[in-house]
């Protein structure tokens, strides 16, 4: 079953359903007023692929935590060969042995793993980060021979090199930028394998916040046609022009790696939402040999449905690359058509329609996986923004992941997309650049910006590299505006203001005024504001134990609570709107606190996506066309009776009215942006609050006093899986009274059981927790932390049941089963085992007489010796028939260990195979074939010489792979 027929049939009767154990998702949780999305019966959106010729590289890999200093070469001839192409030696030697790193599959982070030690930066989250190694092994088809051949890393945090057969391919200078590296003149093809290597270095930073270490995001081979679309060689950004006609302008850069010229077709059809073609062109491009050239053509489409916030209609461009009539490279690109515009005195429109921005500004990371962030958690916690009344996103202050935009296209999220470096040289222009072409086809990204909050912002320098880089970013981009975002100085004499469309404030919001009134025609949004503390669930700040109250009250010093936050922005018509500072919480930056506080108080979710009392003051802020209601506290205070506590409602509805235990305590008109605030002398039993629009009640939320927990429970966010081995989700743990109410007060340590799914982090949003966030897969441990945890589980590949078990001492236990569907797995790479390959030989001249299998080139003789690689033929030389060959190898561990086989799969000639100076066996054939024997155990350089006698008129020389392998 596909994923839309999969869609189609949870949708009718009969739908696919996850099959709840008894406790399970009787009543979904609430959490501060809030209940629980209920698991829903669907499957994540798979990001969209644009490129059918990229395919995930991401199972097989080997790691290796920790440098390895790569070996002085013993000697000169040791040394001359280590500085030739192809010959890195240490972890990134083609045949280094890895035999025994750690399988892993990419995205990984390894910082994530790592248990908290104060002696760690801070901002970082107090975890080692330090350095890191990969390595895999991979075949390609001997009919990709000819085709360009790339690998894509879109995230390695931090600096990485990456090596490929023995050669350096890239070097990578941002945790935030891809790496695209063309490995087509160093890739080998049919049985001989590419081994990749790449050296992380993470304990370079880039930011002031968690960012992970290692293959972070997904990773990619590229295999492309000969002649072909390159890389985001696609630029098709919808265009309306000043008769109101829509046009999409299409941009495809070609390549040609082969070797003659070539004329090729482009051809672009648009398709609308229902996958009808609408318009179609074509243009014809000739490509020179290893030159780019670029295929340029315009859709007239005129009329089309547009993409707004509500409506995020979305059209699919494909391309397709056409040479002598065959369809060589194609690509999808989902385009949106609307317009925008930032206003001066009216702030931002979309569509010509004003829509106030409210954004919230995002790290990249979650409980459990770090940075690794698998997609579906992703869009998961992309939904929840959206839940909130959220219309718009900063990833604050990096590039993106791809997915992301995609799934902010398709979610109707505004996007603000932002570089890391502020820097104009070359190599930072580069990385700029490159987010500008990957991301400028997003109708979901409307502004760009180029740093945050830098030092030099009001100096000459500053605005000269801010000139420079609006001017790059302007070159590829000319439909977006551009901003910084400032902290301050924005009306000194020289400042970068100047330089960008917009103006950006991070905080000072006491500035706005001052500013709109000095520079009137300048376009103000808030790129950063609020920086409010909450710890999620806890209703009493207690600074020795690092917990801020879930009041809004706390904030810091240059930020304000998000009700008087929303307040400066809302009214003013001036201000296009702003990015909460933040989302969610994030591991790293636990201001106000330091050690033993790991992660950030921001959030207006916790680290798990688990809503604080933020949630609910921004849903009432933001939402317009629902009714929204909560009340907070919770209402379970034993041995508080009859003290007063605080209250508050947030409602976005005109009246409400909170009684307790039937007893009504009170109406009042709504304010949206505070909150509605009642001191209540605490009795156990129900608090309620209704709300009211045109005197007609609209809503209800309620919080019950719970009793003690009797059992755990899980709710997971959605009742079936994906069995396609990458279906991730999290499931909510938290501890139900004999009533089945959720206990918010319980703090107590569950064990957790998966089968048929992996575990592959825990949280439970406690910024002070040092509980390990991973675990094996089949079993972990963690903590309630004011009644709530979590457990993120993939799915396993294939059809079948996930059983997830969870206990706590002295409750009943919770069992959960979800059914995973048999859903195909998106295309990977196949794993190979890694093969110790003896490739690189030394050839004597030719003899007339059989020479003694002890000849060797003196240590500094490059050149009496020939180097030749393992399948090439050696010319039979008249007059001297008879050579030498010597390879020095270092066996793996296995075989050093036991011994092993070495065979070599095709010798030219008669040959005597000594090693180590023993003769073990021989070839009396002269025709070629292959040669093996048995090598015994033995660590250390091994000796292997082969002495060969060409028949005349044959093929002479080692003439296929050989190989040394355990047996
Ligand atoms: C800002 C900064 C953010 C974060 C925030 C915390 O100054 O841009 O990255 O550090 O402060 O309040």
Known sequence: MNRRQLLLASAGAGALRAVPAAAAVAAPPTVDGFPMPRPENSLPPRPVRQDPARTLLELGWRFHEGDIAAPAPAGHAETYLSAMAGNAIGAAAVLYDDSDWAAVRVPHDWAAAQPFVESANI??????????????????????????????????????????????????????????????????????????????????????????????????????????????????????????????????????SGRAAATVTVEATLFDPDGHAVQRASVAATVPVLEQADATLTLDVGDARLWSVETPTLYTLRVHVLRDGGVVDVRQIPIGFRTIRFDAERGFFLNERPV???GVCLHQDHAGVGTAMPDALLSWRLQRLKAMGCNAV???????????????????????????????????????????????NHPSVIIWTLWNEEPLKSTPQGVEMTRRMVAALKRLDDARPVTVAMNGAFNDPVNTSTEVDVTGFNYYQDQYDVYHRLVPTKPIISTEDTSAYQTRGAFESDPKAHIATSYDREAAGWGAPHGPSWKMIADRPFVAGGFVWTGFDYHGEPTPYEWPTISSFFGILDLCGFPKTAFGLRSAQWIDDAPVLSLAPHWTWPGREGHSIDVVVMSNAEQVTVSLNGRELGTQAVDRFLGNHWKVPYAPGRIEVVARRGGRIVARAAQETAGRPVALRLTPARGVMAGDGEDVQPVTVDAIDAKGRHVPTANLPARFTVAGAAIIGLGNGDPNSHEPEQSPPDHGARSLFNGLAQVIVRAEVGRGRIVMTAQADGLAPARLMIDRLAIDPPGQVPAIAPQQRIAQWRRSAAFDARPSPDLAPSDGDNNSWAFVRSGTPTPVETGGRWRVYRAAITPWRAVAAGGGMLRFAAIGGRAELWVDGKRLADKADGAAGPLSARVPAGAGARRIVLVIEADAGGESGILGPVTLAAV
């Open 394 to 440: 900063r990833m604050s202050s990096n590039a993106p992941t791809a997915e992301l935009l995609d799934y902010c296209d398709r979610m109707g999220l505004l996007v603000m997309d932002e570089n890391r470096r502020f820097n104009p040289s070359p190599d930072y222009l580069a990385q700029l650049e490159w987010l500008v072409r990957r991301d400028r």
């Open 356 to 358: 106030k921005i409210k």
């Open 123 to 256: 901002s970082q989250g107090y975890r080692p980060r330090g350095i890191g190694w990969y390595r895999r092994t991979l075949l390609l088809d001997p009919a990709d021979r000819g085709k360009t051949i790339e690998l894509h890393f879109d995230g390695i945090a931090t600096n990485a090199t990456i090596w490929v057969n023995g050669s350096v391919v890239a070097h990578s200078w941002s945790g935030y930028a891809s790496v695209y590296a063309d490995i087509t003149p160093f890739a080998t093809f049919g049985d001989e394998p590419n081994v990749i290597a790449i050296r992380v270095d993470a304990s370079a930073w880039e930011g002031w916040w968690y960012e992970g270490a290692g293959l972070y995001r997904h990773a990619w081979l590229v295999c492309r046609a000969p002649v072909a679309i390159i890389s985001d060689g696609v630029y098709c950004d919808p265009r309306r022009d000043a008769a109101g006609r829509w046009q999409v302008p299409v941009v495809a850069t070609l390549a040609n």
